[in-house]
Antibody, heavy 121, light 107 residues
Framework: QVQLVQSGSELKKPGASVKVSCKAS????????MNWVRQAPGQGLEWMGW????????TYAQGFTGRFVFSLDTSVSTAYLQISSLKAEDTAVYYC??????????????WGQGTLVTVSS | DIQMTQSPSSLSASVGDRVTITCQAS??????LNWYQQKPGKAPKLLIY???NLETGVPSRFSGSGSGTDFTFTISSLQPEDIATYYC?????????FGQGTKVEIK
């Protein structure tokens, strides 16, 4: 079945970096785009951006430029989110989510299970 | 960027009640609107895509309607397992925005 499996929870100190992985299975990886979504504790969903799995070209939402980097390893059907210079306010659950290039409203389905990143000294 | 205004932020209803949530876009988005359900501690799940299409396997008590700037999500008969937060999501020009979410509770 189609699924996205993310890496486990991370505890990092301020100023450190973290790399979250999202491994896809059950479909052709390059046939769908990959999005990243942040959910801070007790808050709503915030779209961070997406990466074209054919070209590797990333698009970042406002507020997610500079310290956030999306990347791919198509040989293992995996997308990555790297966050550098971590701050306490980066503490959140990060989700990857697949979207179909060709569908009108490009809905996100499925989603990974989420990765909790905690930034604390 | 397009803004989405979702209301109410929370609601309490009885089992069997009809529940309605609205989302308003800051500009015309045609039918590029999706709805998700998120249960506590879980990832969101797609329920409705393209404003009114029910995702495969989703119970028929869930429905969506609207186009342009005004959209509605309805649960025709609220069930205990529907306790969750619901989000609308718009898509426009390679960018997405979520509504603020509606927390649905049982009265």
């Amino acid at each position: 079945q189609v699924q996205l499996v993310q890496s486990g929870s991370e505890l990092k100190k301020p100023g450190a970096s973290v790399k979250v992985s999202c491994k896809a299975s059950g479909y052709t990886f390059t046939s769908y785009a990959m999005n990243w979504v942040r959910q801070a504790p007790g808050q709503g969903l915030e779209w961070m951006g997406w990466i074209n799995t054919n070209t590797g070209n990333p698009t970042y939402a406002q507020g997610f430029t500079g310290r956030f980097v999306f990347s791919l390893d198509t040989s293992v059907s995996t997308a990555y989110l790297q966050i550098s210079s971590l701050k306490a306010e980066d503490t959140a659950v990060y989700y990857c989510a697949r979207d179909p290039y060709a569908r009108a409203a490009r809905p996100f389905d499925p989603w990974g299970q989420g990765t909790l990143v905690t930034v604390s000294s | 960027d397009i803004q989405m205004t979702q209301s109410p932020s929370s609601l309490s209803a009885s089992v069997g009640d009809r529940v309605t949530i609205t989302c308003q876009a800051s500009q015309d988005i045609s039918n590029y609107l999706n709805w998700y359900q998120q249960k506590p501690g879980k990832a969101p799940k797609l329920l409705i895509y393209d404003a009114s299409n029910l995702e495969t396997g989703v119970p028929s008590r869930f429905s969506g309607s609207g186009s342009g700037t005004d959209f509605t999500f309805t649960i025709s008969s609220l069930q205990p397992e529907d306790i969750a937060t619901y989000y609308c999501q718009q898509y426009d020009n390679l960018r997405w925005t979520f509504g603020q979410g509606t927390k649905v509770e049982i009265k």
